[in-house]
């Protein structure tokens, strides 16, 4: 009886895999004939006056009476506003979030030696304030 280690394998007499046919979706087979995407991305539109408007008031009711100089109180302790950005890119960065719009700049007020810190958290109804901002209620900071 003939081992199996002396057996030759058959390779010529298979006939090739079958080839799949072509998907109606580019798969990476084909090339492209404009050499980048099969479908063009869209330029970027301008935004709507309307949706800019309600943005910023969205922004304006998270922010609250927050004004720079501010004082307000809650559940954490007293902080005082140092500074309040309106710019997303810059917000996002003091705050390392991709969806920030705006962000303050406060200092605890019951430390004796604070540091000022960034923070995102929204004006809610357990928030309330000491003193009021002493500038106008849209002062931008590194604007």
């Given amino acids: 009886m003939p081992s199996i280690m002396t057996l030759q394998p058959a390779l010529d007499t298979k006939p090739p895999l079958p080839i799949r046919p072509a998907p109606h979706e580019r798969d990476g087979r084909q090339a492209t004939p404009s050499g980048g995407r099969p479908h063009p991305q869209a330029h970027a539109v301008l935004p709507d006056p309307a949706t800019t408007e309600a943005l910023r008031r969205i922004v304006d009711d998270q922010i609250g009476p927050r004004g720079v100089g501010a004082i307000y109180q809650n559940s954490d302790g007293a902080f ?23 962000a303050l700049i406060v200092k605890d007020v019951t430390c004796a030696g604070g540091e000022p810190f960034a923070i995102g958290s929204v004006w809610t109804d357990s928030d309330y304030l000491v003193r009021e901002a002493a500038t106008a209620r849209r002062t931008e900071a590194f604007a």
Avoid: F, K, S, Y
């Fill in 80 to 102: 005082e506003v140092i500074a309040v950005t309106r710019d997303p890119a810059r917000a996002r960065g003091l705050l390392n979030r991709r969806c920030a719009q705006w």
